[in-house]
């Protein structure tokens, strides 16, 4: 029985880097107008009620997301993510944090399509509820993991795929590599998202290390830390592996980490870290 609800994180310095990459990845794809793919395979509730119980419980959006909607500027790199909390949030009043379903709901196209999946009884039903009435959605309760066998490739050939584990289950830092190269295997030219938890450095290093030694090209790792490593419960940074990358996302990284950096972390404690782990 899976007890990660991610209602108690939204909103937090992860989800802003995690989501700040999935929104730039998504604009990237839009450029051309060829419908596409976006395949989330561990997806959540989809909405998150910042004044709930659970939100209230950890707080981990004030130091999250809070911070940046307060903000008097933001900068540009961010508007498209913008764009969508404040689709959801229509007064001054930061109520609701949309998860990667609705990010990709919101700027999407009428051509694109969602497959979404989530295996908590509870959080499925909220998820399927918010796309009821989109024809562009499926919304289905399996293993996420699963999918990059059984939706790869799209039917279009283009297409954007989020591997977002909550990481429950310790197996999940040793099946990701696999995983991964299960879809690259069909879909080698689909642009994939792994986000990364910092709990236990040697345990995320491994990961990484089981993804470069997949033989699998043109890998970009955007690492976003609010503290030093250390030894302690909790979690430290989190980052993104992007096999693929959309050429301009590695510049608008490099520019827009100190700007979050500064914001997520004002003593100065953590680090950023943009690095091409495989070219070419
Ligand atoms: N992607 C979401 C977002 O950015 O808003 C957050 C997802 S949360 C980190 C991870 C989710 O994966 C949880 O809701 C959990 O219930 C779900 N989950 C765990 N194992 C799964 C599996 N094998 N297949 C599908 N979903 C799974």
């Known amino acids: ?3 990660y609800r991610h209602s108690y994180h939204a909103g937090n310095h992860a989800d802003v880097l995690k989501h700040c990459v999935l929104s730039l990845c998504l604009e990237s794809l839009k450029e051309k107008d060829k419908p ?5 395979t561990h997806s959540g509730a989809g909405r998150y009620l910042l004044q709930s119980e659970h939100s209230a419980k950890t707080g981990e959006y004030l130091s999250g997301i809070a911070k940046v909607w307060e903000q008097p500027q933001i900068p540009e790199i961010l508007s498209s993510y913008l764009s969508v909390l404040k689709y959801y949030n229509r007064s001054e009043t930061l109520k609701y944090y949309p998860g990667s379903p609705l990010i990709a709901k919101q700027l999407l196209r009428p051509q694109d399509k969602l497959q979404l999946t989530e295996i908590h009884s509870s959080d499925y039903p909220l998820l399927r509820q918010e796309f009821s009435k989109d024809d562009r959605a499926q919304v289905s309760r399996a293993d996420g993991f699963l999918q990059l066998k059984s939706k ?4 279009s050939r283009r297409g954007l795929i989020l591997i977002d584990p909550s990481y429950e ?3 999940d830092y040793q099946k990701i ?7 690259y295997k069909r879909f080698a030219t689909g642009t994939y998202l792994i986000w990364y938890p910092v709990v236990n450095r040697r345990q995320t290093q491994g990961m990484i290390d089981g993804i470069i030694n997949t ?6 790792q955007i690492e976003l830390a609010i503290r030093p490593d250390n030894n302690q419960k909790g979690m430290t940074a989190s980052g993104m592996i992007v096999v693929n990358p959309p050429w301009k996302l590695k510049q608008q990284m490099q520019e827009i980490l100190p700007w979050l950096k500064n914001i997520l972390d004002p003593q100065d404690m953590g680090h950023i870290l943009v690095k091409e782990l495989v070219s070419e």
Not at 36 to 40: A, R, S, T
Not at 152 to 155: A, F, I, Q, R, T
Not at 215 to 220: A, D, S, Y
């Open 1 to 3: 029985m899976l007890s």
């Open 36 to 40: 596409f793919l976006y395949l989330d």
């Open 152 to 155: 790869l490739p799209p039917e």
């Open 169 to 171: 289950i310790k197996d």
């Open 177 to 183: 590599p696999d995983e991964l190269k299960e879809g």
């Open 215 to 220: 033989g699998i090209k043109r890998i970009l």
